[in-house]
C-alpha cells in the first residue's frame, strides 16, 4: 500500500541507484532516465487522482460532521453521520467500499471530530510495487450557542385554562429555556429573553407610562378612579399597529373598558328590556358609586383594566426572571384571542427602534439587526384562532356587540358581525409576519391542541421563517416534544478547521 509521505523517499533512491551505476553502458543510462520520467509521469497521474479523492474525501468528512452537528439526540449523531458520508463519497467509483471513517464526540457532547481513510488502485505505481493509494482527511465540528436575543410570545386566552393547557405550556416553555440556558447556568454570554404574554391586548407595565402619548397621559390621571392604570396597551391607528415604531414616533393611547352601565334595548317585538352591561363599575344611579373589582380577579373582574393580565418581560439576561414571568402567565377570560397583538409586540422587543425605552432591560438593547453572531428569534403559540368575544346576542346598535379588545370593540374596528372581525385579526397577523420576518426576525410557530382549524395552521406554517419551524401539537405530549425540538435548533454550528 503506497502513502503519500513515500514519493519523496521513491524517487530520491531510485535516482540515487542509478547515480551510483559505474558501469558506463549508456543503455543502463537511458533506461535510467526512461524509468525515472516513466515514474515522473506515473506519480503525477495517480497524485492528481489522491488529490481529488482526498477532496472528495474532505468534503464528505464536513458534510457528515454538520449533519453529526445537527442531530437532536447524540444517540443518532454517528448514524446521520455516516449516511451523509456515504452518500456524499459514492460520487467515486468502488471509492465508498474502500473508505473507512471514524467519530469521536467530546464528554460535553460540544465538539465532534472525524477521520477518514480510503484506498484507491494505483496505475503507474505499480511498476514499483504499489498496488494501492491511501488517502486520509479529518474535519472537527464545535457545537456552540449563538448569541441571541429571544422572545416567547404565549397565547393566556382563556381557552387555556382548559385540560391543564396553561400548565402544560409553561412547562414545556420552561423547559426551551433550560436548554438554551444550560441546567447550571443563570446566565449565558450574548444571551437575553424576553416573555410577551397576550390575550386581545398586551400589558406593557405601568413603568412605561412615558409611552402614553398627552390625551393618553389625560385617560390616565382622570379615567381610573380608585385604581392604577396596569400597563395594559391600546393598538395605534393608520396602519402602526403592524410595524415596530417606537413611541418616540407616536405614542399611545391606555387599554381602557370604559364603563358600561345598564341600559335599554328593543327586543325586536316592541318591547323595551333592560339588560346587565358587560362592565358596569361606575353607577351613575346611585350617587356615582364606584364599584371596582381589580383586574386581576380574572374572571369576575370590573374596572378600566379589566381583563388586563401579566407584564411583557422585555429582554433580560436572567434565567431566574424569565422562568418566573413563565410561571407567572395565567389564562385570562375576557376579550377573546388576538395573535398580531402578541406577534407585534414581540417583534418590539426585539426591534432595535426600541432600544432604551424598556424600563427593566438594559439601556444597550435590543443590538442592530447586524450585530455578527445573534440571532433575533420569536417563539409564538396559540390554541385557537383569532376571535373576538360577543357574550350575549345584544341587537346591533349596542356598542357592547363585543367585548372590548386593543382595537376596541368590534364597531370600533369598522365591523358589524364577529366574522369579518375575525377576518381582519387574521389579515393583520398575515401583515405582521411578513413585516418581522423582513425585519431578520427568524419566526418558530405553534399551534396547540385540537381547536386551531385548517386556516389557523396554514396560517401558522406561513408565518414560520421555513416550514421546517412550525409544529402543530395537538396533545400535551407533542408540545413538550415541539419546545424540546425547538431549544436544540436554537444551537448553532461551524466548522472549527
Known amino acids: 500500500m503506497f502513502m ?49 479523492v482526498k477532496d472528495v474525501l474532505q468534503k464528505s468528512l464536513d ?18 453521520a455516516r449516511e451523509f458520508f456515504d452518500a456524499n463519497i ?41 498496488g494501492e493509494i491511501t488517502v486520509s482527511a479529518s474535519t472537527e465540528i464545535s457545537r456552540e450557542t449563538r448569541g441571541m436575543e429571544l422572545v416567547l410570545v404565549m397565547d393566556n386566552t382563556g381557552s387555556m385554562r382548559h385540560d391543564d393547557k396553561i400548565d402544560t405550556m409553561k412547562e ?8 438554551v440556558y444550560g441546567e447550571d447556568n443563570e446566565t449565558n454570554p450574548n444571551l437575553w429573553v424576553g416573555v410577551v404574554p397576550y390575550v386581545t391586548h ?7 407610562e412615558g409611552w402614553l402619548s398627552a390625551d393618553g397621559q389625560t385617560l390616565v390621571d382622570t379615567g381610573f378612579p380608585t385604581t392604577d392604570w396596569m400597563g395594559c396597551i391600546a ?14 414616533e407616536e405614542g399611545f393611547m391606555p387599554y381602557y373598558w370604559e364603563d358600561t352601565d345598564y341600559e335599554g334595548w328593543h327586543d325586536g317585538g316592541g318591547f323595551w328590556e333592560f339588560g346587565q352591561a358587560d362592565n358596569n363599575w361606575f353607577d351613575e344611579t346611585n350617587g356615582d358609586e364606584i364599584t371596582i373589582v381589580e383586574a386581576n380577579d380574572r374572571y369576575d373582574a370590573l374596572g378600566p383594566n379589566r381583563g388586563c393580565g401579566e407584564e411583557i418581560t422585555p429582554l433580560v439576561a436572567e434565567k431566574t426572571t424569565v422562568t418566573d414571568a413563565i410561571d407567572a402567565m395565567a389564562p385570562w377570560s375576557f376579550g377573546g384571542t388576538a395573535t398580531p397583538m402578541g406577534l407585534v409586540w414581540g417583534w418590539r422587543v426585539l426591534s432595535p427602534r426600541w432600544r432604551g425605552f424598556w424600563a427593566g432591560s438594559d439601556v444597550n438593547l435590543p443590538m442592530d439587526h447586524d450585530t455578527p453572531f445573534m440571532d433575533k428569534v420569536i417563539v409564538i403559540l396559540t390554541d385557537g384562532k383569532n376571535e373576538v368575544i360577543q357574550p350575549t346576542s345584544w341587537p346591533d346598535p349596542m356598542p357592547w356587540i363585543s367585548d372590548y379588545t386593543a382595537y376596541g370593540r368590534i364597531v370600533d374596528m369598522g365591523h358589524d358581525n364577529i366574522s369579518d372581525a375575525r377576518d381582519d385579526l387574521d389579515d ?6 411578513v413585516n418581522a420576518k423582513a425585519d431578520g426576525i427568524i419566526i418558530y410557530s405553534i399551534t396547540f391542541g385540537s381547536t386551531p382549524d385548517d386556516d389557523v395552521q396554514t396560517a401558522f406554517e406561513n408565518c414560520a421563517t421555513n416550514p421546517a419551524f412550525y409544529f402543530h401539537a395537538p396533545t400535551a405530549s407533542s408540545l413538550e416534544t415541539a419546545f424540546d425540538t425547538i431549544g436544540r435548533q436554537l444551537s448553532n454550528l461551524r466548522l472549527s478547521k
Open 63 to 80: 458534510s457528515a460532521g454538520l449533519a453529526a452537528g445537527h442531530a437532536m439526540d447524540v444517540d443518532t449523531m454517528e448514524d446521520d
Open 235 to 248: 393598538a395605534r391607528d393608520d396602519g402602526l399597529d403592524e410595524t415596530d415604531d417606537p413611541p418616540s
Open 202 to 208: 398586551v400589558n406593557v407595565g405601568s413603568a412605561n
Open 90 to 130: 459514492g460520487a467515486v467509483d468502488n471509492l465508498a467500499a474502500s473508505s473507512d471513517m471514524q467519530i469521536t464526540i467530546s464528554d460535553d457532547n460540544e465538539l465532534i471530530t472525524l477521520t477518514a481513510e480510503a484506498t484507491v488502485d494505483a496505475t503507474f505505481m505499480s511498476i514499483f510495487g504499489f
Open 428 to 433: 393583520r397577523f398575515d401583515r405582521i409576519c
Open 172 to 179: 414545556a416553555a420552561t423547559n426551551l429555556i433550560q436548554t
Open 4 to 52: 503519500w509521505s513515500q514519493t519523496q523517499k521513491l524517487l530520491n533512491s531510485s535516482f540515487l541507484k542509478f547515480a551510483r551505476d559505474e558501469r558506463g553502458s549508456l543503455v543502463p543510462a537511458v533506461a535510467g532516465s526512461m524509468l525515472m520520467l516513466t515514474g515522473a509521469a506515473g506519480l503525477s497521474i495517480d497524485g492528481a487522482r489522491m488529490f481529488y
